[in-house]
């Protein structure tokens, strides 16, 4: 267990529909990250979030949106959702490692999201 | 030019060799440098971290910044069967924000 949470596991919708995926970061984690994966593709980064705030967009569509709440959990919001949706998404928060304040990564198990 | 390139693969070997992953890149502000192995759909967990150059050694895993050549390795000796996953290199810029994933190399090790 990573530490970070993702509900759902699988999620099985039709088009046209929308879907809120939900992440839990790590205790005392401020940043979420959510990135999508598609079948045999790599990570593809959509957004950032830091304590809140939006911090930085990746390739996110217009249909996507997501937002990070007070108690750091996060959402994301799939919305009119095409069949080239259907991917793996994952939820990343970040961890400080030592005085370099560096960051790495500590990802969850991931929300499979088929759209029919 | 993509910001970071990786071997795809698919990489098979057998048990027991020694493996050698790669991934260049071009943005000379990275300066942490990431592997993860990522099993089939799940959720890619981190191996090994780096800061700058240099080596860093952790049990069979041994990983590798040449920042001059824009160059990161990492080698697996003694490969075993449940080192067969997808491996990727991630880099990050001196604020530890900038989050940036190669495309993965898939490695099967067969026994």
């Known amino acids: 267990d990573s530490g970070v949470t993702q509900t759902p596991k699988h999620l099985i919708t039709a088009t046209g529909q929308r879907v809120t995926l939900r992440c839990s970061p790590r205790s005392g984690d401020l940043s979420v990250y959510w990135y999508q994966q598609s079948l045999d593709q790599g990570l593809q980064f959509l957004i950032q979030y830091y304590n809140g705030e939006e911090r930085a967009k990746g390739n996110i569509l217009e249909r996507f949106s997501a937002q990070q709440f007070p108690d750091l959990h996060s959402e994301l919001n799939l919305s009119s959702l095409e069949l080239g949706d259907s991917a793996l998404y994952f939820c990343?928060?970040?961890?400080?490692?030592?005085?370099?304040?560096?960051?790495?990564?500590?990802f969850g198990a991931g929300s499979r999201l088929t759209v029919l | 030019q993509k910001e970071v390139e990786q071997d795809p693969g698919p990489l098979s070997v057998p048990e027991g060799a020694i493996v050698s992953l790669n991934c260049t890149y071009s943005?000379?502000?990275?300066?942490?440098f990431m592997w993860y192995r990522q099993y089939s759909r799940k959720g890619p967990e981190l191996l090994m971290y780096t800061y700058s150059s240099g080596n860093k050694e952790d049990g069979r895993f041994t990983a590798q910044v040449d920042k001059s050549s824009k160059y990161i390795s990492l080698f697996i000796r003694d490969s075993q069967p449940s080192d067969s996953a997808t491996y990727l290199c991630?880099?990050?810029?001196?604020?530890?924000?900038?989050?940036?994933f190669g495309p993965g190399t898939r490695l099967s090790v067969l026994p």
């Open positions: 990343a928060s970040s961890v400080s490692r030592g005085a370099s304040g560096a960051n790495v990564l500590t």
């Open positions: 991630a880099m990050s810029d001196n604020y530890g924000q900038n989050f940036v």
């Open positions: 943005n000379s502000a990275f300066q942490y």
